[in-house]
C-alpha cells in the first residue's frame, strides 16, 4: 500500500500562484509515475500534470500548459506542483495520484493510488 497526503491548497486570487505537495509513504517502491488531477463541482475529474519516475519527463493538458509545473524529489518521496497565473476555472479539488506506467500523451495512465484531496479556489 501506498498512502499520499496533499497539502498547501488554499484561496488566491487570480494571477497569483499556490504551490501543492505530495507526500508519499508506505511501499513507494510499488510505483513510479505519479500526476496530479483536479475535480471542479459537477464535472469530471481531469488530469493537470503528469511526471515519470525519474522526473526527466513530464505531461501538461494544453489547459495547464505554461502555467503549471509538476516536479519531484525522491529523496524525499515527494511531489510538487506549481501553480502560477491562476484562474478562477483553475477552483477544483486537486488530488495526487501514484501509478506503474507513465507516457508522454496522458501522463499517469492508470492510478493505483489517491491522495484525499486539496481544496484550491480561485478567487477575489
Known amino acids: 500500500q501506498v498512502q499520499l497526503v496533499e497539502s498547501g491548497g488554499g484561496l488566491v486570487q487570480p494571477g497569483g500562484s499556490l504551490r501543492l505537495s505530495c507526500a508519499a509513504s508506505g511501499h513507494t517502491s510499488s510505483t513510479n509515475a505519479m500526476g496530479w488531477f483536479r475535480q471542479a463541482p459537477g464535472k469530471e475529474r481531469e488530469s493537470v500534470a503528469g511526471i515519470s519516475g525519474s522526473g526527466s519527463s513530464t505531461y501538461y493538458p494544453q489547459s495547464v500548459k505554461g502555467r503549471f509545473t509538476i516536479s519531484r524529489d525522491n529523496a524525499k518521496n515527494t511531489v510538487y506542483l506549481q501553480m502560477n497565473s491562476l484562474k478562477p476555472e483553475d477552483t477544483a479539488v486537486y488530488y495526487c495520484?501514484?501509478?506503474?506506467?507513465?507516457?508522454?500523451?496522458?501522463?499517469?495512465?492508470?492510478?493505483?493510488?489517491w491522495g484525499q484531496g486539496t481544496q484550491v479556489t480561485v478567487s477575489s
Open positions: 495520484a501514484a501509478g506503474r506506467v507513465y507516457n508522454d500523451y496522458v501522463g499517469l495512465v492508470k492510478s493505483d493510488y
